[in-house]
């Protein structure tokens, strides 16, 4: 795929697990699908982490909104004291990992902040993310694009407005996507095919598919290596 530019799509999560940071950090650009509806009681809003017992929900409590609402409208209830718990919590988990002093300013920082929107929470904690892993990506918010339509159709819209060779789908895009529309276009679509790595966490055994910051504490800007090993592409 030398020279070809790749372009991934994925709505914004919170505190997004390594599937999610793996297809970023293959992507040479990736469009934060911000203007989608959005999904009740998923990962946009809330995230497992690694405790002494097993795991344990973050969640980021939201003001009711119609079931329409797009992510980018979805507004954070500032009435409980969400940020100070999620960073007593990630402070009680993960002091003892061996890279939490190294990003404990960031998080301490911005759970301190008063968030109204959960797509600045999110789109903020991602970009971070990107930047401490050495994940070299352009991130482009969906809001700010031209295209519209749903479904396929606006996968490839955005697809086209990016100048993508190449859309990097996830696995489960083959039960959806109409890859003919993306033949016609002329955009090649492959599949995100992630095998989780294991690495070294504060507590044994091994915890598969958590929030990011698991692999952050733990394994610092070493993690893009995990990342890298843990992916392949079918076509």
């Not at 959005?38 to 980021?60: E, H």
């Not at 209830?77 to 404990?104: C, M, V």
């Not at 920082?109 to 892993?133: G, P, Q």
């Not at 733990?218 to 893009?224: H, L, V």
Request: proline share 3%.
């Amino acid at each position: 795929m030398a020279g070809r530019r790749v372009v991934g799509i994925h709505q914004p999560e919170y505190l997004p697990w390594m599937g999610f940071l793996n297809k970023l950090a293959n992507s040479d650009a990736f469009v934060l699908l911000d203007n989608v509806q959005f999904r009740r009681n998923y990962f946009q809003n809330r995230n497992r982490i690694r405790t002494s017992d097993g795991w344990t929900w973050l969640t980021v409590p939201v003001k009711k909104a119609p079931l329409e609402c797009l992510i980018s409208e979805i507004e954070i209830d500032g009435s409980k004291p969400w940020g100070e718990t999620h960073w007593k919590n990630l402070k009680q988990n993960y002091s003892k990992a061996r890279h939490f002093t190294e990003y404990s300013e960031f998080f301490g920082e911005t759970y301190l902040r008063d968030w109204a929107k959960l797509a600045e929470l999110n789109i903020r904690i991602i970009r971070f993310f990107a930047e401490s892993l050495g994940i070299e990506c352009e991130i482009v918010l969906a809001s700010k694009l031209h295209a519209t339509g749903t479904g396929s159709g606006l996968l490839l819209k955005i697809c086209e407005e990016m100048d993508a060779d190449i859309y990097l789908s996830g696995r489960f895009g083959r039960d959806y996507l109409d890859e003919g529309v993306f033949r016609e276009a002329g955009i090649e679509v492959v599949y995100q095919d992630f095998h989780h790595p294991e690495y070294e966490q504060v507590y044994q055994p091994f915890v598969p598919d958590l929030a990011g910051v698991d692999l952050l504490f733990n394994c610092g800007a070493e993690g893009i290596k995990a990342m890298r090993d843990g992916w392949r592409l079918t076509r």
